[in-house]
């Protein structure tokens, strides 16, 4: 299966400024990577996704970047806002799973006013 | 568009009775659907994967016989835990994925099930 390793676990940004999740994974015949957010109680939200045959995405103030050599994938949120804060998680389809996802560990985002 | 209504958002039984949990796609038929297991602040777990009008397929380590997965149409399955006991206690959550093919996976608002 599909091994997808999050960084970090944590993080404190403040209201304005950038936030950056990473993640990578182990499987090189992975080939499609989504976002989520999960507020507490509730289910994850798609936020943004990405193909592999695509370097980068964006959408508003969410932008998502892959190096498939270094089997990599990051979340960019620029201008942070409160609403922000929430857990993020990044998920991996791998080859034979059927389209079911891998997902890393979770980032607990706080943005302060 | 692709909404995925789970159901109830909350439960709380006693040991050895059985719930059943249902998730529906609403404005989509979906082909499948999957649900995961998910503990306090720690990631989602797939634990089995529902095809409508087959078996559903369980991950490793998933006893089949507590955890009842029907898929009976495109836009409903349910999850059954049977017997449940305080260490079934934890929060479930499906997702569903469009029949018309889009990869894009959307998942219910989950279900907290409490065993007492």
């Known amino acids: 299966g599909e091994n997808v390793e999050q960084h970090p676990s944590t993080l404190s940004v403040q209201e304005g400024d950038s936030a950056v999740i990473k993640c990578t994974y182990s499987?090189?015949?992975?080939?499609?990577f989504p976002w989520y957010k999960q507020e507490l109680g509730k289910g994850p939200q798609l936020i943004i996704d990405?193909?592999?045959?695509?370097g980068e995405k964006k959408d508003q103030r969410i932008a998502v970047t892959l190096n498939k050599t270094a089997k990599h994938f990051s979340l960019h949120i620029t201008e942070t806002q409160p609403e922000d804060s929430a857990v993020y998680f990044c998920?991996?389809?791998?080859?034979?799973?059927?389209?079911?996802?891998?997902f890393g560990k979770g980032t607990s985002l706080l943005v302060t006013p | 568009g692709a909404v995925v209504s789970q159901h109830p958002s909350r439960v709380i039984c006693k040991s050895g009775t059985s719930v059943k949990i249902e998730c529906r796609s609403l404005?989509?038929?979906?082909?499948?659907m999957f649900w995961y297991r998910q503990f306090p602040k720690q990631s989602l777990m797939l634990m089995a994967t529902?095809?409508?009008?087959?078996?559903?397929?369980?991950e490793q380590g998933v006893e089949k016989d507590k955890f009842l997965i029907n898929h009976a149409s495109l836009t409903l399955s349910t999850l059954t835990v049977t017997s449940a006991h305080p260490e079934d206690s934890s929060f479930y959550i499906c997702?569903?994925?469009?029949?018309?093919?889009?990869?894009?996976?959307?998942f219910g608002s989950g279900t907290q099930l409490s065993v007492l």
């Open positions: 404005d989509f038929q979906a082909t499948t």
């Open positions: 998920a991996a389809r791998w080859y034979g799973s059927g389209y079911a996802l891998n």
């Open positions: 499987d090189s015949a992975s080939n499609y």
């Open positions: 990405i193909r592999s045959n695509v």
């Open positions: 997702s569903a994925r469009d029949r018309q093919g889009n990869e894009k996976l959307f």
């Open positions: 529902s095809n409508e009008g087959s078996k559903a397929t369980y």
